[in-house]
């Protein structure tokens, strides 16, 4: 497997992560967003939508990160990655949804550049937007934390959910939003810090960050 990202991708963090919790090997190829990698003629032959994550397996491209973990999930069920009742895989996949739909793509890099670009916003700006998205979604997941987790988002082992939160963390502590008051999704944050799974994922021990 060769997984095209950038280390401080949400998306990207996110695929790495599950690969991780699945004990998976794969190689990396850098794709650099800030100097327009994604809109190279080699990334768009892999992926037309010029977005990363692109994951090539076994002469396959898949693209769009929910889409990956899904095929993780299916392709490598163990360790599983969502529980076993229905109704309980219905709870992990609407808190992932809830950080990767309404939550990420309004914080990404393009939408920054956007906002820059296009309507003259400088860096306060930018943060004041990103937590204008990323406080409420948080306060809902806070609360979902409280109803089904047990040290993870839902129960007490790493599931999709966590995938999606820690990457979401890192991109709030950028912008500068405040945590304080979201104690269930720091103690998953701190959780994690101790996980090797995660340790591995982060963008800082990825081979092209800065």
């Known amino acids: 497997m060769i997984l095209h990202g950038y280390w401080r991708s949400g998306a990207a963090y996110r695929t790495r992560i599950a690969l991780a919790l699945k004990g998976l090997d794969y190689d990396q190829r850098g794709v650099d967003l800030r100097t327009g990698g994604q809109r190279s003629e080699a990334f768009v032959s892999l ?19 929910p889409a990956i973990l899904e095929w993780l999930e299916e392709a490598h069920p163990v360790p599983s990655l969502l529980p076993t009742a229905p109704v309980d895989r219905a709870h992990v996949r609407a808190m992932a949804a809830l950080i990767g739909c309404d939550i990420h793509p309004l914080n990404n890099l393009r939408v920054g550049k956007a906002l820059r670009e296009t309507f003259g916003a400088d860096q306060a700006a930018v943060d004041a937007w990103a937590a204008r998205w990323i406080l409420p979604g948080f306060e809902a997941l806070e609360a979902l934390v409280a109803r089904h987790g047990a040290g993870w988002c839902f129960g007490d082992a790493p599931t999709l959910a966590d995938c999606y939160l820690i990457p979401q963390i890192y991109s709030a502590r950028r912008f500068k939003v ?24 982060h963008p800082d021990a990825q081979p092209d960050a800065d």
Do not use: C, K, W, Y
């Not at 405040?178 to 994922?201: M, N, Q, S």
């Open 178 to 201: 405040p945590l304080e008051v979201f104690p269930h999704l720091l103690a998953i944050d701190a959780a994690a810090a101790r996980h090797p799974a995660f340790i591995a994922a």
């Open 47 to 65: 992926n037309p939508q010029g977005m990363v994550p692109a994951l090539e397996v076994d002469g396959v491209v898949l693209t769009q990160s």
